[in-house]
């Protein structure tokens, strides 16, 4: 190997980023100047046993591009599984050909705009151990240099593999076409097959790195990739056929606990992160995480991104832009292309269509993303064969004596997630092996809502009326999907929060296209409901509660306020409609009434669901269920959430070691006691630093490298 090579790696291997690059980035491969890939740290580079690496002889790190580690993590369920059909999520563009299985499409998604490669691959003649032997392979072989596996979807007639799309031609029409080119003189350049030669090998050696042997190497099965006409070319070898064979019977497998020792290095390479929810909290710490070494693995329980976000699609957000995207995003998104307009006010369609989607196929492209699992539920938490009352605090207290199962401390034993399927079989397994568990999953769903009956109880007849989904306990799609039933008709929407102020202003612009529309808006309020913050900088927010006060005070046409009340009783009619009785308070005394509407909106707010960290120490604060010492903290605080102070980093901790509780979060990394100590804040703020007022969530989760010495 040349000295100037040497060199090359050494520069290569000296500076590193935790993220990777979307595919026509890989052009920088062709000279050190121009880029360097994500390395993991130099101990995790190995070869599988009995492949003895090449550069055993060198005297610096090799590159880990050139000389990857075999798999760390291999499981099947690292690639998407969707049981829904493909041109749901694609829209097939033009047929490519026909591969080794089948017909190859290329194929656009349908939210993100981002081009892929479609391998119908027919189930007649096809085992399904052979398919997912297959499909564990590609996801064994995580390479720059080796086409990617986004996703699959398991049809009844056959299966439809989601690959990266390689632009250009495949490298032997390459060839043709350079030699035949006016300034090449019937040979390729040398420069250019220097480069073209070192990333087949690259390919190659990673396959042989994971045992992996590719049985049809050809200039065919080598594709192009990247602007040939400003950059060099990158290539990427098509690792998708039944060429691929394992050299031993079984894939390696193990997990970020086994290191062969007691201890775990206490370093980010080391660390294994779970998150629970693939909405805007989730994906922003999957990024923050993965951009600094450390293995994510991210639980949604809905089949998409930001699945309680789909909810409230329709809705347009008070907050701009410039406050739902972090630093962090940004800098990895504007490669996909333009940035939304800061100063917009996005709804939560264009959300997840501009931000959160194309972010998750990003995290989804670094090499420290373990899988982004949709159309799973985590049920439990869990600690080991610990038990809640065991090891409190993660030390020595209340250890358990004669258990062979738990002899090592609550704060050394790795979490244990049990995990369901949300499709018709909700099989059920257990996943192990992880450092830190953040339960990101938000409350905004049905399940979850708060009754509307007086103090919070069911009113009489509630819990019924809800079980048939008879009430709304989300916000409605009033001008949209649920039009028909409000249209003309008398509605009741309970609540004083932006939820409900929505939700009226939606009525009264529906009131003016559709005659006999009427609203009774019902609060426990005797008053004007809302303050209004004075010079808000959030003005939409202002509108919304100027609109709603001058509904209260009768200035809005086709809307009653019931001010100071409360629900006692909500029971259907044998025509359909509901009975509504509620007490009202005036002048000290209590009145009851009663009177029908056709639609009941409750905006209550929700609660969180704490079963799925029951056996954990979570020291919850008794009125809000947030994290005791910060609930304390920011009940105590002011009620704008633009206006809140930092208490520190002590208010942020929890007793359970690596767990955090975040509706919104920001996470710490305390490497020397294992904490993941986090902010949970009101709605959607978060602390920053010890004296930064707080700020909108999502451009905080990503400010937690500040406050942690991850490097």
């Known amino acids: 190997m040349s000295t100037a090579l040497v060199d090359w790696h050494r520069k290569r291997r000296s500076s590193s980023s935790g993220l990777r690059l979307p595919a026509p980035e890989r052009s920088f491969d062709s000279e050190p100047s121009q880029g360097s890939w994500p ?4 101990d995790e580079f190995q070869f599988a046993e009995g492949c003895p690496s090449p550069f055993d002889s060198l005297a610096f790190p090799c590159s880990p ?97 989601v690959m990266e799309l390689c632009t250009g031609p495949d490298l032997f029409t390459y060839i043709l076409e350079r030699m035949e080119g006016p300034d090449c003189g019937g040979f390729v350049p040398e420069e250019e097959v220097s480069v073209i030669l070192r990333q087949c090998l690259k ?5 042989h790195a994971n045992g992996f042997v590719h049985r049809d190497l050809n200039a065919r099965n080598f594709m ?70 450390i293995k994510v693995q991210v639980f949604e329980r809905a089949q998409t991104v930001g699945g309680h976000v789909e909810g409230w699609q329709f809705v347009n957000l008070f907050s701009p832009w410039s406050m739902n995207m972090s630093e962090e995003a940004k800098l990895v998104l504007k490669e996909l292309g ?3 307009d800061e100063g917009a006010f996005p709804t939560g369609r264009e959300l997840v269509d501009s931000y959160l989607a194309p972010l998750a196929c990003v995290i989804q492209q670094s090499s420290n993303c373990e899988g982004l699992h949709f159309g799973t539920e985590v049920v439990t938490v869990g600690r080991g064969a610990l038990l809640k009352s065991e090891s409190i605090g993660g030390g020595d207290v209340q250890m358990p004596k004669g258990k062979p199962l738990c002899e ?70 009033v001008l949209g999907i649920h039009r028909e039933r409000f249209a003309g008709k008398k509605c009741l929407v309970v609540g004083a929060g932006m939820s409900a102020a929505t939700t009226v202003r939606n009525l009264m612009e529906l009131s003016k296209t559709e005659r006999n529309t009427e609203v009774t808006f019902l609060t426990r309020s005797a008053g004007e409901p809302y303050s209004v913050i004075a010079d808000d900088v959030l003005p939409q927010r202002k509108i919304l509660s100027e609109i709603s006060n001058r509904a ?3 200035e809005m046409p086709n809307v009653t306020y019931l001010g100071g009340a409360a629900i006692s009783e909500i029971k259907q009619a044998a025509d359909g409609r509901l009975r509504v009785a509620v007490e009202q308070s005036s002048d000290g005394s209590v009145e009851s009434s009663a009177f029908e509407v056709d639609e009941v909106v409750c905006c209550v707010g929700y609660r969180p669901d704490t079963s799925i960290y029951e056996e954990l120490q979570v020291h919850q604060c008794y009125a809000s269920n947030g994290p005791m010492k910060l609930a304390a903290t920011l009940i105590g605080g002011s009620g704008d959430c633009l206006a809140q102070v930092s208490a520190g980093v002590d208010v942020l901790k929890n007793p359970e070691p690596g767990f955090a509780k975040c509706a919104t979060a920001l996470i710490l990394w305390h490497l020397d006691t294992g904490d993941l100590a986090v902010a949970v804040c009101l709605h959607s703020s978060v602390a920053t630093t010890d004296k930064a007022p707080f700020q909108h969530m999502p451009a905080l989760a990503s400010s937690f490298a500040e406050l942690a010495s991850l490097q």
Request: aromatic share 8%; with cysteine.
């Open 39 to 42: 390395s993991p740290p130099p």
């Open 65 to 161: 591009v050139c000389c990857p580690s075999p798999a760390e993590f291999v499981r099947e369920d690292l690639v998407r599984r969707n049981v829904r059909q493909v041109q749901a999520e694609y829209e097939f563009e033009k047929c490519l050909g026909e591969g080794s299985f089948g017909m190859v499409h290329k194929a656009r998604h349908r939210r993100t705009g981002l081009l892929r490669a479609v391998k119908e691959i027919p189930k007649s003649g096809t085992e399904d151990e052979d398919f997912e032997y297959e499909l564990k392979a590609l996801v064994a072989l995580d390479h720059p240099h080796i086409v990617k596996v986004i996703e699959y979807f398991d049809d009844p007639v056959k299966y439809d593999l």
């Open 203 to 207: 390919s190659v050696l990673c396959c």
């Open 224 to 293: 192009i990739t990247g602007s040939v006409a400003t950059s060099f070319p990158a290539v990427l070898v098509a690792a998708t056929a039944r060429a691929l064979r394992r050299r031993k019977p079984t894939l390696r497998f193990c997990t970020g606990s086994s290191t062969g020792s007691d201890a775990v290095a206490n370093t980010p390479g080391s660390l294994r992160l779970a998150i629970i929810g693939a909405g805007p909290i989730g994906l922003e710490l999957a990024l923050g995480a993965v951009q600094r070494g």
């Open 338 to 340: 333009p940035l939304p």
């Open 408 to 477: 090592k401390q609550r704060r050394e034993t790795p979490f244990r997630l049990l995990v369901r399927h949300a499709d018709v079989s909700g099989e059920e397994r257990y996943l192990e092996g992880f450092d830190f568990v953040a339960d990101c999953s938000g409350f905004y769903a049905s399940n979850l809502s708060n009754w509307a009956g007086k103090g919070g109880t069911p009113a009489l007849g509630e819990r019924a009326l809800r079980t048939a989904n008879r009430l709304f306990t989300t916000i409605p799609d």
């Open 552 to 554: 209260s005070k009768g």
